[in-house]
């Protein structure tokens, strides 16, 4: 039992969690996009345009957007003339953010299959590195923040863009009670799979605190780290530099 991670509220093998998040992200690829519109009310869209803002891509750098699936963040860095690497662990994203470059004519993105745990890229690789929405679902966080530090040149930064907790009184109750009982309901009827989305609403309250996961981004062995909340810290923005 001392190898338990967590899957959503409960406690599973790391081996049954990869295998489930996976099955998650392969039923709802198709309709992520959609029901990331429907979830925030569009203010997703807001939050990556400050992320990619806070990482200011610049022309022929190398830049891994790790869980980047289907697209969303990748688009937006390319667009500055950054050499952007798309990896995900599930290929069933990775064919829908395929399908989403080739129907806006990008053929300059890389797409790859990787395990953030276990990258296949050469050391001092990258000018920056990227995940939003996607470390918290990696069965072992520490390893792929320690393969994030790994791969990244001397110099190079780190950007992570996740779900926390909101320190905002009445909003954070307000928020509880909608995300519980409203998101599973709306990932059924658009995505016919309430259950997917109940497990990615109870991966949120799971995820260490916002000074918790900066410790863990210090551990990796990044300096220079911040952390920018938005909303109180509803979705909080995680940055560190190697040095």
Same mark, same amino acid.
């Given at each position: 039992?001392?190898d338990?991670?967590?899957?959503?509220?409960?406690?599973?093998?790391?081996?049954?969690k990869?295998?489930?998040?996976?099955?998650?992200?392969?039923?709802?690829?198709?309709?992520?996009?959609?029901?990331? #519109?429907?979830?925030?009310?569009?203010?997703?869209?807001?939050?990556?345009?400050?992320?990619?803002?806070?990482v200011?891509?610049q022309?022929?750098?190398?830049?891994?957007?790790?869980?980047?699936?289907?697209?969303?963040?990748?688009?937006?860095? %390319? %667009?500055?003339?950054?050499?952007?690497?798309?990896? #995900?662990?599930?290929?069933?994203? =990775?064919?829908?953010?395929?399908?989403?470059?080739?129907?806006r004519? =990008?053929?300059?993105?890389?797409w790859?299959?990787?395990?953030?745990?276990?990258?296949s890229?050469?050391? @001092?690789?990258?000018? %920056?590195?990227?995940?939003?929405?996607?470390?918290?679902?990696?069965?072992?966080?520490?390893?792929?923040?320690?393969?994030?530090?790994?791969?990244?040149?001397?110099?190079?930064?780190?950007?992570?863009?996740?779900?926390?907790?909101?320190?905002?009184?009445?909003?954070?109750?307000?928020?509880?009670?909608?995300?519980?009982? =409203?998101v599973? @309901?709306?990932?059924?009827a658009?995505?016919?799979?309430?259950?997917?989305y109940?497990?990615?609403?109870?991966?949120?309250?799971?995820?260490?605190?916002?000074?918790?996961?900066?410790?863990?981004?210090?551990?990796a062995?990044?300096?220079?780290?911040r952390?920018?909340?938005?909303?109180?810290? =509803?979705? %909080?923005?995680?940055?560190?530099?190697?040095?």
């Amino acid at each position: 039992m001392n190898d338990q991670v967590s899957f959503g509220y409960e406690e599973v093998s790391p081996e049954e969690k990869t295998e489930r998040v996976g099955a998650v992200f392969s039923s709802v690829a198709k309709k992520y996009d959609v029901m990331n #519109d429907a979830m925030s009310g569009g203010m997703h869209r807001l939050w990556k345009d400050k992320f990619v803002r806070r990482v200011k891509p610049q022309p022929h750098e190398q830049i891994l957007d790790m869980a980047g699936g289907t697209g969303d963040i990748a688009f937006r860095m %390319a %667009a500055h003339g950054a050499a952007i690497t798309v990896s #995900d662990i599930n290929q069933d994203m =990775l064919d829908v953010g395929i399908e989403r470059a080739m129907e806006r004519g =990008l053929d300059t993105l890389v797409w790859s299959r990787q395990n953030a745990e276990e990258l296949s890229f050469p050391d @001092r690789f990258f000018d %920056a590195y990227t995940i939003a929405f996607g470390i918290r679902n990696v069965t072992r966080i520490d390893r792929a923040l320690a393969e994030a530090h790994r791969v990244l040149k001397i110099g190079g930064r780190f950007f992570c863009l996740e779900f926390s907790t909101t320190e905002w009184p009445g909003f954070k109750e307000a928020y509880d009670l909608y995300s519980h009982k =409203l998101v599973p @309901r709306i990932g059924g009827a658009i995505a016919g799979d309430p259950d997917s989305y109940r497990y990615l609403i109870e991966s949120i309250r799971r995820f260490p605190t916002m000074p918790e996961f900066e410790g863990k981004i210090r551990q990796a062995g990044f300096v220079r780290t911040r952390v920018e909340p938005i909303l109180g810290g =509803l979705v %909080a923005i995680h940055s560190g530099w190697k040095i």
